[in-house]
């Protein structure tokens, strides 16, 4: 697996784990609240592990991979971009697709012939696997919702879509890394 | 709908009440247990019980005073101060 590769599996994993995370304090009920928060620092989390192997073959730090690239730099798809609060409708179809999606390549990453990767993959796995049965089980009461169809039939095309970010990435990348660069130098 | 939710700490030992979650129904209840009761490594199981299901007694007639039935009908500070006594020890 190439670097770009990582990157482009971090990247997915830090934006939507930032953009979930938009909905701690806010979410419909106050035990998914909860869930969902916990969902998001678990992909923040996961972006970390994939950032330290990527960074180890480019000669880089996580952190700086994470922070100290441009916006038009990130590998992520353009579904994890949108800012989707207060649409909890959409939110939950991103999520049902992402998590998909992110099962049929972790699903590949733990065949990998790099025991690191297999091995992450497969710890990682073990955790997705909540985010699956809460995704699925939102899919199973929403899914005779217009709203939630119309969600899913909107975002479906932006999956794959990695070359063309949207302005919604750019504004977060401004939210996202203001801390790190208002000292400039400095190590965190 | 409430579920309670019981947690056991460490293997073997009782489980004991945790709090309550409020979800619509057991699957959903199940997966907010886990998150609000387990994901700190802080219990070994969770208990996720209909609200419904939990029967609830708090009526204990003991009209008689039959304090001889109870742990307090035998004050052993007493006791031992009369043993003392007898013993020239108090």
């Known amino acids: 697996m190439s670097a770009q590769e990582l990157l482009e599996l971090a990247d997915d994993e830090l934006i939507l784990g930032w953009r979930n995370s938009e909905w701690t304090g806010i979410a419909p009920l106050l035990e998914e609240d909860v869930a969902f928060s916990s969902i998001a620092q678990n992909e923040i989390g996961h972006a970390r592990a994939w950032y330290e192997l990527a960074a180890r073959e480019l000669g880089t730090t996580a952190d700086e991979l994470a922070f100290d690239r441009q916006p038009d730099e990130y590998r992520c798809s353009r579904l994890v971009e949108l800012r989707l609060v207060p649409d909890w409708a959409a939110t939950i179809a991103r999520h049902h697709l992402y998590e998909t999606a992110d099962a049929e390549r972790i699903a590949a990453l733990k065949q990998s012939d790099d025991p690191e990767i297999a091995g992450l993959a497969a710890k990682i796995d073990r955790e997705e696997a909540y985010h699956r049965m809460h995704a699925q089980m939102w899919f199973e009461r929403l899914q005779d919702e217009p709203r939630f169809t119309a969600a899913l039939d909107e975002l479906r095309p932006l999956l794959n879509v990695r070359d063309e970010h949207t302005p919604e990435l750019a504004e977060l990348w401004q939210e996202m890394t203001i801390v790190r660069r208002s000292v400039a130098g400095a190590t965190w | ?90």
């Open chain 2, 1 to 90: 709908m409430i579920y309670e939710v019981f947690r056991q700490e460490r293997k073997g030992q009782a489980f004991a009440h945790a709090g309550s979650v409020e979800a619509p129904n057991e699957e959903f209840a199940e997966a907010y247990a886990r998150e609000q009761y387990g994901r700190r490594g802080e219990s070994t199981a969770l208990w996720v019980v209909p609200r419904e299901a939990v029967h609830e007694i708090d009526d204990f007639a003991d009209e008689l005073q039959k304090n001889y039935h109870r742990v307090d009908g035998y004050p052993l500070k007493e006791k031992l101060g009369r043993a003392r006594e007898r013993a020239g020890t108090a």
